[in-house]
């Protein structure tokens, strides 16, 4: 396994060459990068339902303007969002849409590409110990699989198929554990990949989207450890695969990496997460959405993807800032142009600028600007609340949401109530719904066992993929009391 995964990954490595000095050279001009970007995009949108003049007298959309056009392009009405053929629509849940449909491209799919390519060029060759041994490239269950009015497929591709085509040929080849596994049930999922886990000595990278989708697998281990290593000694058969090791203290004695989500929500969980692998390193991943690729590690730094999409950056009062216009500590909205048909979208990603790698912003994610919650007028964002989880310090899982006549927190560390109450009500509308007796005083509730789960198991539920659950500090629904308390 160790010479077929080290000449595997070498050959991928080799394919991402291009992607990785296109985007290496870009850093020290991304204003010419982002207007050959731009080019290309309005050359497939041009003359079409989405952009029926100039680019630049298109207003900034959020999801639900787009809606109208993305249910005709479902129809299999041709033009309406780009002129090329839409090959998938992904579903991903949305902060005021129960369920979007993101159309995805030929041009969209080489966009997403060129980021993964040079930030896997960029890790690898810094890195080369990780082509040694096989890795575990994050795979979510598949859910009901259909197609739209017009035919064409709704659902996610593996995630492997965004190395592109020659890496997924040579991936699937190394991969810890295959794509079969999403064609099984959520829990049959669960405990055949942490066979095909355990079942790697020589495991060396770890790329998952959210940590507490890690985490969630490491106590399901941690519950079913002696089970897992005696099905594991005697010899197991899972997705095609003859499974039979004896592990006797650390699985994965060579792992090198875990890339994982660490801004926003995702911080509070990484101590969790060093508690299973204290001697791992974790490298922080970019800024990624279902709809665009928008900031990749590169360098030590998270620069914003100038290759793949366009990008404005939307000020509180209204002004879009382009790339070249960026100093370090701006904030702002991200709008985002991809080769999906998605012009001027906003994405609702709030970001704040840590500094420039060449001359190419670097960017932190700081909480979903467009994810509100809003019982009585107070317009609670998830980038406000998120704030004040970072400055309480609150560690571990934590979310606020209504619950009853008010907020609830609910943390495995809770913060003292007071404190959070002071802080929300530097949100005027909230601390005027509670004088006025609309909304009572924010309470705190410590959450036991495995919240990870708890929190995981319900947006499943939904229909969301477990692997990308975004973490968010803020969630809308009411019906939380219940997920946690439930026995």
């Known amino acids: 396994m160790k010479l077929s995964a080290t000449v595997s990954n070498t050959a991928w490595v080799a394919t991402c060459l291009p992607d990785w000095r296109r985007f290496n050279a870009a850093l020290r001009d991304p204003e010419r990068a982002q207007a050959a970007v731009l080019a290309e995009i309005c050359r497939h949108s041009s003359d079409t339902a989405v952009m029926t003049g100039r680019f630049e007298e298109l207003a900034p959309r959020t999801w639900e303007d787009f809606l109208p056009l993305v249910q005709r392009a479902a129809q299999g009405q041709p033009n309406v969002l780009?002129?090329?053929?839409?090959?998938?629509?992904?579903?991903?849940?949305?902060?005021?849409?129960?369920?979007?449909?993101?159309?995805?491209?030929?041009?969209?799919?080489?966009?997403?590409?060129?980021?993964?390519?040079?930030?896997?060029?960029?890790?690898?060759?810094?890195?080369?110990?990780?082509?040694?041994?096989?890795?575990?490239?994050?795979?979510?269950?598949?859910?009901?699989?259909?197609?739209?009015?017009?035919?064409?497929?709704?659902?996610?591709?593996?995630?492997?198929?965004?190395?592109?085509?020659?890496?997924?040929?040579?991936?699937?080849?190394?991969?810890?554990?295959?794509?079969?596994?999403?064609h099984l049930s959520v829990d049959n999922f669960r405990r055949a990949t942490l066979l095909l886990l355990l079942a790697e000595p020589e495991l060396r990278?770890?790329?998952?989207?959210?940590?507490?989708?890690?985490?969630?697998?490491?106590?399901?281990?941690?519950?079913?450890?002696?089970?897992?290593?005696?099905?594991?000694?005697?010899?197991?058969?899972?997705?095609?695969?003859?499974?039979?090791?004896?592990?006797?203290?650390?699985?994965?004695?060579?792992l090198g990496l875990i890339s994982c989500w660490t801004d926003g929500q995702a911080q509070g969980q990484l101590a969790t997460l060093k508690r299973w692998f204290p001697e791992t390193p974790i490298q922080p991943k970019g800024l990624i959405a279902t709809e665009a690729f928008v900031s990749l590690p590169f360098r030590g730094q998270r620069p914003l993807a100038i290759t793949s999409h366009y990008f404005e950056f939307e000020q509180d009062d209204g002004r879009l800032l382009r790339v070249a216009d960026l100093r370090e500590g701006d904030e702002g909205t991200v709008i985002v142009t991809t080769g999906g048909g998605l012009l001027r979208y906003r994405l609702g990603d709030r970001v704040a600028v840590t500094g420039f790698l060449e001359r190419t912003p670097c960017i932190r994610f700081l909480g979903r600007q467009d994810l509100v919650s809003d019982i009585c007028g107070e317009k609670l964002t998830d980038a406000f609340v998120a704030s004040i989880i970072?400055?309480?310090?609150?560690?571990?899982?934590?979310?606020?949401?209504?619950?009853?006549?008010?907020?609830?927190?609910?943390?495995?560390?809770?913060?003292?109530?007071?404190?959070?109450?002071?802080?929300?009500?530097?949100?005027?509308?909230?601390?005027?719904?509670?004088?006025?007796?609309?909304?009572?005083?924010?309470?705190?509730?410590?959450?036991?066992?495995?919240?990870?789960?708890?929190?995981?198991?319900?947006?499943?539920?939904?229909?969301?993929?477990?692997?990308?659950?975004?973490?968010?500090?803020?969630?809308?629904?009411?019906?939380?009391r219940q997920v946690f308390e439930r026995p």
Request: proline residues 8%; contains cysteine.
């Open 390 to 480: 970072r400055d309480l310090d609150v560690r571990g899982f934590c979310l606020l949401a209504p619950d009853g006549a008010g907020y609830t927190l609910f943390a495995r560390s809770p913060p003292p109530a007071h404190d959070l109450e002071q802080r929300l009500q530097e949100n005027v509308h909230y601390r005027w719904a509670v004088q006025m007796g609309q909304l009572r005083p924010a309470q705190t509730l410590q959450v036991n066992g495995d919240a990870e789960a708890a929190y995981l198991s319900a947006c499943e539920k939904q229909g969301r993929r477990p692997g990308d659950v975004k973490p968010v500090s803020l969630d809308p629904r009411s019906d939380w």
């Open 82 to 182: 780009t002129r090329q053929a839409i090959t998938r629509f992904e579903p991903t849940s949305g902060s005021s849409a129960a369920n979007k449909l993101v159309p995805s491209t030929p041009l969209l799919r080489r966009q997403f590409n060129r980021a993964i390519h040079a930030w896997a060029y960029d890790l690898l060759s810094r890195q080369p110990a990780l082509l040694a041994g096989p890795a575990y490239w994050s795979i979510s269950p598949v859910f009901q699989q259909q197609r739209t009015p017009g035919g064409i497929p709704v659902g996610f591709e593996e995630d492997s198929a965004y190395l592109g085509r020659y890496g997924k040929f040579l991936m699937d080849r190394v991969l810890a554990v295959p794509a079969e596994v999403r």
């Open 205 to 254: 990278l770890i790329s998952v989207w959210n940590p507490s989708f890690l985490t969630s697998l490491m106590r399901e281990f941690e519950r079913d450890r002696d089970a897992l290593l005696a099905e594991l000694r005697d010899g197991v058969t899972v997705c095609g695969r003859r499974l039979q090791r004896e592990v006797l203290s650390n699985p994965w004695p060579r």
